[in-house]
């Protein structure tokens, strides 16, 4: 899996490219804030 910076991740959206995104914050943090398009999996179920 590889890991790469908020920085990095706007880059490649600006460049269309269509990364999978793996939000593994918990519940109550994508309540607060939601990753368009991305598969959100808590940390503890993986």
């Given at each position: 899996m590889e890991q790469i910076t908020p920085q990095e991740l706007k880059a490649r959206l600006d460049r269309r490219e269509a990364p999978m995104l793996l939000d593994v914050r918990?519940?109550?943090e994508t309540k607060l804030c939601r990753l368009p398009n991305a598969m959100h999996i808590?940390?503890?179920?993986?």
């Open positions: 918990e519940d109550w808590p940390i503890e179920e993986i």
